[in-house]
């Protein structure tokens, strides 16, 4: 079955930019949300269908995702990250083969 | 403005059974697809089953198939999730949430969940 992996851990200065990445077998071909996850609360969706974002999110949120067959990497990235987006991040996507919802195990970004 | 609420979750034995509900308000419930995903203590998210707009289409994942089902009440807004034979490892909270658009989209609203300890 399908398998989205996440590095466990990112760390970023505030001000500086960071990126958390998704990779699966032509995650390309796959549509990519990304949610985050504060301590004690509910996930938020920050992008979703690759690279929109929901009403209300910043701009410092984007994500990229390579076409189909051009590689196995989808990549959320935040901008002039602040102290607030300490946070976990996960990365979704959907088996077509299956219908089965996936996501990564997650990325906790640390704001030093 | 939209809103999901849980309820149903408490602790419960290994091998009984529980019912969630998730009662959903503030925009047209039966023309979107839903989803319960669970949160286990300290782990990551994890999907458990989605339902299509008109209840016609279900999917669950494979740890709860045949234990879990999942059904909804368009005419009371309202999603639901039976959950027989528990076991340890369904202790969790679980949450639901809206997806956008179709079965692809993204979840664009979640609840606050409701937790489900399976503990004798």
């Known amino acids: 079955s399908y398998v989205v992996t996440q590095s466990p851990s990112v760390s970023v200065a505030p001000g500086q930019t960071a990126s958390i990445t998704c990779v699966g077998n032509?995650?390309?071909?796959?549509?990519v949300h990304w949610y985050q996850q504060k301590a004690g609360q509910a996930p938020v969706l920050v992008v979703y269908?690759?690279?929109?974002?929901?009403?209300g999110i910043p701009d410092r949120f984007s994500g990229s995702n390579p076409g189909p067959n051009s590689g196995s990497t989808a990549t959320l990235t935040i901008t002039r990250v602040e102290a607030g987006d300490e946070a976990d991040y996960y990365c979704?996507?959907?088996?077509?083969?299956?219908?089965?919802?996936?996501f990564g195990g997650g990325t906790k970004l640390t704001v030093l | 403005q939209v809103q999901l609420v849980e309820s149903g979750g408490t602790l419960v034995k290994p091998g009984g059974s529980l019912r969630l509900s998730c009662a959903a308000s503030g925009f047209t419930f039966s023309a979107n697809y839903m989803v319960w995903i669970r949160q286990a203590p300290g782990k990551g998210l994890e999907w458990v089953s989605h339902?299509?707009?008109?209840?016609?289409?279900?999917y669950y994942a494979d740890p709860v198939k045949g234990r879990f089902t999942v059904s909804r009440d368009n005419t009371k807004n309202s999603l639901f999730l039976q959950m027989n034979s528990l076991r340890a490892e369904d202790t969790a909270m679980y949450y639901c949430?809206?997806?956008?658009?179709?079965?692809?989209?993204?979840?664009?609203?979640w609840g606050q969940g409701t937790l489900v300890t399976v503990s004798s």
């Open positions: 339902i299509s707009s008109s209840g016609n289409t279900i």
């Open positions: 979704q996507v959907r088996d077509s083969n299956t219908e089965h919802i996936l």
């Open positions: 032509n995650i390309g071909g796959k549509t």
């Open positions: 949430a809206r997806i956008l658009g179709g079965g692809n989209g993204g979840a664009d609203y």
């Open positions: 269908d690759d690279s929109d974002r929901p009403s």
